[in-house]
């Protein structure tokens, strides 16, 4: 069972950026980030996958925010600029294996304040 531990949250102006990093204990592992703001549902934000290919967007992000790994350091990461106030929520890294649909893997989240 692989562990994640994110880092990188905080509080940030509007049209500021914040970068959010998730290490992994072990590797082979899809990635994503999600994130659920007060009183909303958890929302997908972006993925990538083991090789590095395909990132995929929520289309509120694209253009803002870009994901990244690096497989030496089991770490995923999700740079954020142009932030803007609705990015405000606790942002959760995920991860699932290769080939299946479900994250099943969960890190603890990070709390993202944006103010305008």
């Known amino acids: 069972q692989v562990q994640l531990v994110e880092s990188g949250g905080g509080l940030a102006q509007a049209g500021g950026s914040l970068r959010l990093s998730c290490v992994a204990s072990?590797?082979?592992?899809?990635m994503a980030w999600f994130r659920q703001a007060p009183g909303k549902e958890r929302e997908f934000v972006a993925s990538?996958?083991?090789?590095?290919?395909?990132?995929y967007y929520t289309t509120s992000v694209k253009g803002r925010f870009t994901i990244s790994r690096d497989n030496v350091k089991n770490t995923v990461y999700l740079q954020m600029d142009s932030l803007k106030p609705e990015d405000t929520a606790v942002y959760y890294c995920?991860?699932?294996?290769?080939?299946?649909?479900?994250?099943?893997?969960w890190g603890q989240g990070t709390q993202v304040t944006v103010s305008s």
């Open positions: 995920a991860a699932r294996r290769e080939g299946l649909i479900k994250y099943s893997y």
């Open positions: 072990d590797s082979g592992y899809a």
């Open positions: 990538i996958r083991w090789s590095g290919s395909n990132p």
